[in-house]
Structure formats: structure tokens, C-alpha cells
């Protein structure tokens, strides 16, 4: 099994707006299986991580297709208290248009800097989202999840 990859920076501050927008339904109690609605609601992603096992599976295209942690296994590892989560942080970053402005312009850092300055207008400074992205990649980069083909069973139909 592969490795995933430390995911692009904005995936966490994407995985905090999932959050924030009530995108992540959680199937059982410990939220080992999750639902993650895309950011236009015309996507559901699949979820499933045990990390005392170290295995994920999602089937989001930065996890399945590009090989790193993706924005819906970010946000259930929030959700499962394994990731570190910011609530005020997190809100500032709801109703974020994601796709739009991924596709709008074609780079990450473009995008982090214009959700940067959203949240610095809803009143979080650049440097606490720095400070946040920090600790979660280093927290991301501890935990090695190795990248399952396939869920180990159906639990999303329940």
C-alpha cells in the first residue's frame, strides 16, 4: 500500500470549511465512515480512516488520483480529534466557493491568498492561519497513512 502525500496547504483550510458549511456527515459514532459533500453539493466523497490501523480510503480525487491526504480525509481526521481543529477559524472560512476559485485561478498559493484575505475580513490575521497550517502538516506528516484501494466494506449505505 502506498504512502499518501502531505496534501496542498489549502486542502486543510478547505477541510476547515467543510466543516464550517455542514459538508461532513459522520456514518457511526467514532467517524471512521464519513460522507464529505463537495463544496457545490453535486459531489459526495466517501471516507473511511482508522489511524490506529494507519489506513484511509476516499474517493476524492487528491486522495484516489494524486496520491495525498485530501480535504475530505483532513476534515474527518479534525472531526475524530486526531487533526487539530479551529473553530473560529473554521467559520471564518465557511461558504468558501472552492471549486469556483480553483478553477477561477489554476493555482493553489493564488487561492490560499485570496482565502486568506476572506478570513482576515471576517477577522483571523494571516499569521494565526499560518500557525494552524503548520501545526497540521507537521501532524499530517506524523502519521503516515498508508492509501487503501478500496473501502474495506460498504458502511455509507447505512
Partial sequence: MPTLRLPPRIKVLEALGAIADGRVECVNDKCVFARVASSEGD?????????EKGVA???DNGTRLRGYVGYPLIAVLMLQGVLPFDERLSEALKGVPWRRLNEKYKRYAIVEDVVKRIASERGVKPEEIERFLHRVMEKLRS???KRLESPPLDAWSG
Fill in 43 to 51: 459531489r459526495v466523497y466517501r471516507v473511511y480512516v482508522d489511524v
Fill in 57 to 59: 480510503y476516499s474517493d
Fill in 143 to 145: 502519521l503516515r497513512l
